[in-house]
């Protein structure tokens, strides 16, 4: 973080200084966890449901932290001691966002692909400047600031990613670190337990485009007619990205090799590039085109972003990551998370792989969840739609996915092809017995159903 004086936070905070100086400087990292506290950075104690950060206080002031963010005095250790410290963290990466006047801000959002397409995007820009995108998922009231607080003076460009599961989520987010670009991915079903329905989620995804500042640019996917629609949200400039003929940053051919990477035409104007990507699956190419809009609207050239696209690689894990392991089986985990957009775009990429590899198919699959009164019918046409792609092998685990056995029957799995289990355990019992070489396995659910300690289980035990 840039230097900012005890005194400055706790007015930006409305803390009291309490055993900390006004005049000492934080200039280090800002952290949750006091494992990663260090000298001359900030702790934040966040209360939790099974931890309280008050009880690490301590220990990050032997770390050296020059104070902490607290809700109580804490004795021997120097506070800034506030009401609700989560506040206190968004108030402070306000305070930092305006001592950084030349930082480009960058914030997207969308129902999927945010987090790959934030990669693709910090590397896009971390090519032509310091880039500070966020590390993993952090799209919410903390990880957000969290991010924001990383930037320093030397950073040209800040990527964050905004998620949201109420309306108004995404305008406190924007407040923290008001966008010049502003990027929607795409409006789907994620959520929709808590929003109703789509046109719902659009209101609540389009905060980011009537935050967009002004002289800024907002990128839309002409592609999703919702968010599509978001133009009228903005006076500002707009570029649009798709496959649609209009489309300002346009994919065209596009194809996958053997292994589900797709390659395409890229068109820019009058400018066409041929990309191939490293990613595995048909859906990362409107994933490519927006970091592409993002890129332009950025500063760079068509020839530059063409040329980045090509050398992206894939960042975070358990996102269509393919591991082929030593007796031939190859898993696909792409267990980080889940909901209907992704899964058919998984199940559809699994099947191409294993088509083009004259390969037998399976599909893990668990719960996608925070689907509200819908969860039934589109679990059910998940497991539909595995039948209809003639995905061989489908596992359901755990009772909550249930429904996508039960529409796999009905849409006319026979004998063994579809199976349900009610344990992680179970199906990797079954996989264990039945995998065989030249297979290749997708694994998918939502974090909270933990698949993806099935995936790991599978490649670790060949390791």
């Known amino acids: 973080?840039?230097?900012?004086?005890?005194?400055?936070?706790?007015?930006?905070?409305?803390?009291?200084?309490?055993?900390?100086?006004?005049?000492?400087?934080?200039?280090?990292?800002?952290?949750?966890?006091?494992?990663?506290a260090g000298p001359g950075g900030l702790f934040v104690a966040l209360p939790g449901e099974r931890v309280d950060g008050h009880d690490f206080v301590?220990?990050?002031?032997?770390?050296?932290?020059?104070?902490?963010?607290?809700?109580?005095?804490?004795?021997?250790?120097?506070?800034?001691?506030?009401?609700?410290?989560?506040?206190?963290?968004?108030?402070?990466?306000?305070?930092?966002?305006?001592?950084?006047?030349?930082?480009?801000v960058v914030a997207l959002t969308g129902s999927t692909g945010k987090t790959s397409t934030k990669d693709l995007i910090g590397q896009l820009l971390g090519a032509h400047g310091e880039t500070v995108s966020p590390e993993g998922s952090f799209n919410n009231e903390i990880g957000h600031p969290l991010t924001a607080l990383r930037a320093t003076a030397s950073t040209?460009?800040?990527?964050?990613?905004?998620?949201?599961?109420?309306?108004?989520?995404?305008?406190?987010?924007?407040?923290?670190?008001?966008?010049?670009?502003?990027?929607?991915?795409?409006?789907?079903?994620?959520?929709?337990?808590?929003?109703?329905?789509?046109?719902?989620?659009?209101?609540?995804?389009?905060?980011?485009?009537?935050?967009?500042?002004?002289?800024?640019?907002?990128?839309l996917n002409a592609d999703d007619h919702r968010v599509a629609g978001m133009r009228r949200r903005t006076k500002e400039n707009v570029i649009t990205f798709g496959e649609a003929p209009d489309a300002d940053v346009r994919a065209a051919d596009v194809k996958l090799d053997a292994e589900g990477r797709p390659a395409f035409t890229l068109h820019i104007g009058d400018f066409s590039a041929a990309v191939q990507l490293?990613?595995?699956?048909?859906?990362?190419?409107?994933?490519?085109?927006?970091?592409?809009?993002?890129?332009?609207?950025?500063?760079?050239?068509?020839?530059?972003?063409?040329?980045?696209?090509?050398?992206?690689?894939?960042?975070?894990?358990?996102?269509?990551?393919?591991?082929?392991?030593a007796d031939g089986v190859t898993i696909i985990n792409d267990a980080f998370n889940a909901n209907p957009e992704s899964t058919r775009a998984a199940l559809k990429s699994l099947v191409a792989i294993g088509r083009s590899r004259g390969a037998r198919t399976w599909a893990v699959l668990g719960e996608m969840l925070e689907l509200g009164d819908t969860s039934s019918d589109q679990h059910d046409a998940i497991g539909r739609l595995a039948v209809r792609l003639d995905v061989n092998r489908l596992v359901v685990v755990g009772p909550g996915a249930k429904p996508m056995h039960l529409g796999a029957s009905l849409e006319g799995s026979w004998g063994n092809e579809s199976v349900y289990v009610e344990t992680i355990g179970e199906a990797l019992d079954l996989l264990r017995a039945e995998l065989r070489a030249g297979d290749v396995v997708l694994v998918k659910s939502s974090k909270a159903a933990k698949l993806r300690s099935l995936a790991d289980a599978l490649l670790e035990e060949q390791q």
């Open 1 to 36: 973080m840039i230097g900012v004086s005890c005194g400055e936070i706790a007015d930006a905070v409305r803390g009291e200084l309490v055993g900390a100086e006004p005049t000492a400087v934080v200039d280090g990292a800002v952290v949750i966890d006091s494992r990663d």
């Open 58 to 104: 301590g220990t990050a002031t032997e770390a050296g932290v020059t104070a902490s963010l607290t809700t109580r005095p804490v004795e021997g250790c120097p506070c800034i001691v506030v009401d609700d410290t989560q506040q206190a963290l968004g108030n402070l990466a306000r305070l930092v966002m305006t001592k950084l006047p030349e930082l480009t």
């Open 156 to 219: 040209k460009y800040l990527v964050a990613e905004m998620g949201a599961r109420h309306r108004g989520d995404i305008t406190y987010l924007c407040g923290i670190t008001p966008p010049r670009i502003g990027l929607v991915l795409n409006v789907g079903t994620s959520h929709i337990g808590e929003f109703g329905n789509q046109d719902a989620i659009a209101e609540a995804k389009g905060e980011l485009i009537e935050a967009v500042t002004s002289g800024g640019t907002a990128v």
């Open 278 to 325: 490293q990613l595995i699956g048909e859906h990362y190419v409107s994933n490519a085109l927006a970091a592409a809009g993002v890129a332009l609207a950025a500063g760079l050239t068509p020839e530059q972003v063409a040329d980045g696209l090509n050398a992206a690689q894939r960042v975070s894990a358990a996102r269509m990551e393919l591991t082929e392991r």
